[in-house]
């Protein structure tokens, strides 16, 4: 009897058939013992790969893509914490504004014309900066899969590229003296000394727990965040690994800071007994160093929300003190809890810390983001440093003072 002559894609493995192929990036894998039933499948798995393709290439439009490409490629890839919040600056930016075009009909000027709405509308350039460069990568995986030709990103005009970032603030030593002078009666007194000890990232404080704290080797170990969210309007909060691989990090003891952490124990110890099951600790959140004063974790809200405080009663009393010394009340500035990180570095750059040393302090996964800070410092210092010059003339005077004018006369006669 004549073998039977298979279609392409199809063939015969142990009395079974099998039929592979790849349409469009999608592949195709059938098992059947019937081969008339097999081929009709095989050319109906076929046909629908043809057809998404087709409907991808004509009928597609961005937010569609955006959401097939985020959750196929883009999610499995970064921290599930960080999933929401990108899809979320997607749908502020780029999703509202030409989300609902087709991809094939999206060009530069549609893009370059968003971003300008989004200047206008006042949207930060982090936030603008952020989401160009994921739509990028998304529509590259669309040239990738030949759905568009271009990629209409890559030659628009951006706002951030000729205005320089906004400088970090960081406390003078004053400002700084005036802030933990203001906590000293306070429930997050320990809570600030610690932040201005080890400019530890706000997360990194609500993550830190107690077995965390070696006090024989006077070292803290960071190893873990908090990360507070909210998904589906429910808050979320939970302790997930640090920012990079540089951010998990041993930090010693500096300062008074044996000292405030033995006082946040205690501290802590009394208030949970006093409270007893109204202290609020989970399982999850049980041991952790610094807590509301029931217990809650401190999140970035809770630390901001003390900062205000602080500021909104220190410039209370500067104002009465203006009034009682009739002059002009100070400036009392506003700041966030990162800020304090930054004050951090400033103080181990003005005392004269090597780079290199900051840099593994803070964690920082790059020795610029610490130099950045530096140059800040070395800026507030020119005026101070510029005075040490002194002018030509001068110099040229002591150059010569003190010299026994013959001896110079003869060496200078000595090479004619």
């Not at 629908?48 to 087709?54: I, T």
């Amino acid at each position: 009897m004549a073998k039977v002559k298979l279609p392409r894609g199809i063939r015969e493995n142990k009395g079974t058939y099998e039929a592979r192929a790849m349409v469009n990036g999608v592949k195709i894998c059938l098992y059947n013992s019937d081969l008339n039933q097999l081929k009709e499948e095989f050319e109906q798995a076929k046909q629908q790969a043809r057809n998404n393709l087709d409907y991808k290439r004509t009928q597609m439009n961005l937010n569609e893509w955006f959401e097939e490409w985020f959750t196929d490629v883009k999610a499995h890839k970064v921290k599930e914490t960080s999933i929401s919040p990108m899809r979320n600056n997607f749908k502020r930016t780029f999703g509202f504004y030409i989300g609902t075009m087709k991809i094939k009909n999206i060009r530069p000027m549609d893009v370059q014309q968003a971003i300008n709405a989004m200047e206008k509308d006042g949207m930060s350039n982090s936030a603008m900066r952020e989401a160009l460069g994921r739509l990028r990568e998304c529509m590259e995986f669309a040239v990738g899969s030949q759905l568009i030709p271009t990629n209409p990103c890559l030659i628009v005009e951006v706002p951030w590229t000729y205005k320089k970032s906004k400088e970090e603030i960081a406390l003078t030593q004053e400002e700084q003296n005036a802030l933990l002078d203001e906590v000293e009666d306070s429930w997050y007194k320990e809570m600030f000394y610690f932040m201005c000890l080890t400019g530890v990232r706000v997360g990194e404080l609500g993550g830190l727990k107690w077995s965390d704290i070696d006090f024989e080797k006077k070292v803290i170990c960071i190893n873990r965040s908090l990360s507070c969210s909210y998904c589906n309007g429910v808050k979320r909060e939970i302790l997930v690994s640090p920012k990079t691989v540089n951010s998990i990090r041993q930090v010693p003891f500096l300062g008074e800071m044996e000292e405030i952490l033995e006082s946040q124990r205690e501290k802590q110890i009394k208030l949970k007994k006093e409270l007893g099951a109204r202290w609020r600790s989970g399982d999850e959140f049980d041991d952790l160093v610094f807590t509301t004063g029931m217990g809650s974790p401190c999140s970035r809200y809770i630390v901001q929300k003390e900062i205000k405080k602080a500021v909104k009663r220190m410039r209370e009393q500067e104002a009465v003190a203006a009034v009682q010394e009739k002059r002009e009340p100070r400036v009392v500035r506003d700041f966030h809890p990162h800020t304090l990180r930054h004050t951090f570095a400033t103080r181990c750059f003005e005392n004269k810390m090597e780079p290199k040393v900051v840099q593994a302090l803070l964690g920082h996964s790059s020795i610029s983001i610490t130099l950045n800070i530096y140059t800040h410092v070395l800026d507030k210092k020119m005026d101070e440093e510029l005075q040490k010059f002194g002018s030509a003339k001068t110099q040229e005077r002591e150059a010569y003072a003190g010299l026994d004018v013959k001896k110079v006369k003869i060496t200078a006669l000595s090479h004619c």
